[in-house]
Every structure is written in structure tokens, then in C-alpha cells.
């Protein structure tokens, strides 16, 4: 008779036990704290769950209002200065807007319980935006990058003051909707995608208030597009980052700063473990990391102790805040599933 227990850290307390008439017994232990986001250290000061509850859906609200209501100003301006720099920069902001509103709605949708359909929750949206995100950076710098290529040979008047002002309006509305963004995105790969939006946004605005003072002294029109190139090669490396890793974690790689090699050590360093095996990592959200693993117990008799600190360890040193362990007596070799 084999002995499976699981143990996992939740955001309930219970437990329960079933006994089957198939020659084995279950048992489960769950172990859950209640934090609006799991998987970060706890009292960090980038902490997502810190972050939700000081107000990340109004920095959000007010970066998303902040831009549409630039978007409107510079599109409005673009056509009465015949500018098309600023209706191109115009279509690019909007994208962004776009992008913002995704990163919003899959944070809403992380919070979501889990329900029969989907239960793990939603939290994997958080990565999808991130995807989405990173995709819609490449298709905006392309766009840029073909128009400024375009205007290389033939390089079209500058608005002058106009392009100017707008332009330096663009800095403040983007640099502030960044600042809104920038608390947590190095532990969030969502929250880094929005985060990448705006310091991108704000980084061409600068290019085009500098290359129109540049050309309002100089008549040098080239500037322009060589100045906008240079931004976008400037984007495009973040962007990479950001698309190489959210791709990683939608594939269910094992998420960055988690090393699957320490944690096999961690667990077959447990007290009455003699063998690890069918040891999965992978991310249920940018947030939050999930672990199953079968450890070999001989002496089933430690299992519970051993289980009791098993999820808050795994969570303290590698931000693995789901965890589900089963207890064999000895290897599995077959029907232990992969």
C-alpha cells in the first residue's frame, strides 16, 4: 500500500482526507494565507500585493486617463500643424493606451477566485498581457521605423514651436504615467510590459522635442528620422526582454530568479527524503510560482512534519507560494505520470 500526501499553500486553511478502495490513502494538506497577490516575498517593499492595496488600480486609472486625453491633444494638433510625426507619435500613444487597458483588465483578473472552469484562477492573463504588450511594442517601432526610414531621403518641414510644445507636453503625461508604473515592475513581468509603454513613449517624445529644437536652429531635417531610429533601437532591446520572458513563462518555463537545480536540492535535503522526482515549476501568473514534486519517503511516520514546513520554506526562499508534494514509500517508477 502506497501513501500519498499533498501539501499546498493556498489562501484558505483546511484540510480534509479521503480514503479510497483502490489499496491507497490521500492525504491533503493545504495551507493558505490570504494576500491579494501571491508569490512575492512578504513585507518586500515592491511587494504585489503592497502594491494592490496601495492603489494600483487608481495609478492605473489615472495613467489610462492621463494618455487618452493625450492621445486626443496630439492627434487634434498633428492635423492643424500638418505634422505627421505627431499624428504617427499620436497612433503610437494609442496603441500604449491599449496596452495599459490590458495590463489593467489581467490585474483584475488575477484577483479573480478560481471557479470549476479555470481552477487556478485567471492569473495567467497577467502573462498574456505581458505578451500582447511586448508584441504590440514591435508592431508600434516598426511602424516608427518605417516612417522615419521614409523620410530619410525626403525629410518634410517640422512644425516648429508646435511639435516643440506638444512634444515637451509628451514627457511630463508619459514620465509621470511611468512613475505611476515603475513600483514593482522588476518583480512583475505585466506591470514591466505598461512600465516599458510609457518610458518608451516618453524617451520618443524627448527624441522629437530635441531633434525639432535641433532643426528649428539648424535647418538640419534629417535629424528627425535619425533621432527617432536611435530611440527605437534604444526600445527594441528592452522589448526583446520583454517578449523573450513572457513567452518563457506562457510556454510554462520555470520563472526567472527560480533555480529548479536548488530546489531539487532543497527537497531531497529534507529529513526522511531519499529520492526527487517529477519536479515541475512554472508560473500561474507573473506573480505567482507553482511547484509539484513526488518525494520518496521510507519512513512515511515524518511525512507530516516534514509537510508542515515544506510550503512556507519554499515560499520564503524561492517565492513559490503554491506547492503540492506527494509522499511515495519508494520509487514510482511507473504510473507516477511525468
Not at 484577483?111 to 484562477?121: D, E, K, L
Not at 500582447?132 to 517640422?158: K, S, Y
Request: charged fraction near 15%; glycine fraction near 12%.
Amino acid at each position: 500500500m502506497q501513501q500519498h500526501r499533498h501539501g499546498q499553500s493556498h489562501e484558505h486553511g483546511h484540510g480534509h482526507e479521503h480514503e479510497h478502495g483502490h489499496g491507497h490513502e490521500h492525504e491533503h494538506g493545504h495551507g493558505h494565507e490570504h494576500e491579494p497577490s501571491p508569490g512575492a516575498h512578504a513585507g518586500h517593499a515592491h511587494d504585489p500585493a503592497a502594491l494592490l492595496a496601495g492603489g494600483l488600480n487608481a495609478r492605473m486609472a489615472l495613467a489610462v486617463g492621463l494618455n487618452l486625453a493625450f492621445v486626443a491633444v496630439e492627434g487634434c494638433f498633428g492635423i492643424l500643424s500638418n505634422s505627421m510625426a505627431l499624428l504617427a507619435d499620436a497612433g503610437h500613444n494609442l496603441s500604449d493606451v491599449l496596452g495599459l487597458v490590458a495590463a489593467w483588465a489581467a490585474v483584475y483578473l488575477a484577483r479573480r477566485p478560481p471557479v470549476p472552469a479555470f481552477t487556478y484562477g485567471l492569473g495567467r492573463s497577467t502573462v498574456l498581457a505581458a505578451l500582447g504588450n511586448a508584441v504590440l511594442l514591435l508592431v508600434a517601432c516598426g511602424a516608427i521605423a518605417w516612417e522615419a526610414l521614409g523620410r530619410l531621403a525626403a525629410p518634410p518641414p517640422v512644425a516648429g514651436a508646435t511639435v516643440i510644445a506638444v512634444a515637451g507636453a509628451g514627457i511630463l503625461i508619459n514620465g509621470a504615467s511611468a512613475w505611476l508604473l515603475h513600483a514593482g515592475h522588476r518583480h512583475d513581468l505585466n506591470m514591466r510590459s505598461a512600465f516599458l509603454h510609457m518610458l518608451g513613449d516618453a524617451a520618443v517624445s524627448a527624441g522629437v522635442m530635441i531633434s525639432g529644437l535641433v532643426i528649428m536652429t539648424t535647418g538640419w531635417r534629417q535629424l528627425d528620422p535619425v533621432v527617432s531610429l536611435t530611440i527605437i533601437a534604444v526600445i527594441l532591446l528592452g522589448t526583446w526582454k520583454l517578449l523573450r520572458d513572457a513567452l518563457h513563462l506562457s510556454l510554462d518555463g520555470v520563472p526567472a530568479g527560480v533555480s529548479p537545480a536548488a530546489v531539487q536540492s532543497f527537497l531531497a535535503a529534507g529529513r526522511g527524503v531519499t529520492d526527487v522526482h517529477d519536479l515541475h515549476i512554472w508560473a500561474l501568473s507573473t506573480t505567482s510560482v507553482a511547484l509539484t514534486a513526488h518525494l520518496v519517503m521510507p519512513d512515511g511516520d515524518q511525512a507530516d512534519t516534514l509537510l508542515g514546513s515544506l510550503s512556507p520554506d519554499l515560499k520564503r526562499r524561492f517565492r513559490i507560494d503554491h506547492a503540492t508534494v506527494q509522499i511515495e514509500r519508494d520509487r514510482c517508477d511507473r504510473g507516477c505520470g511525468t
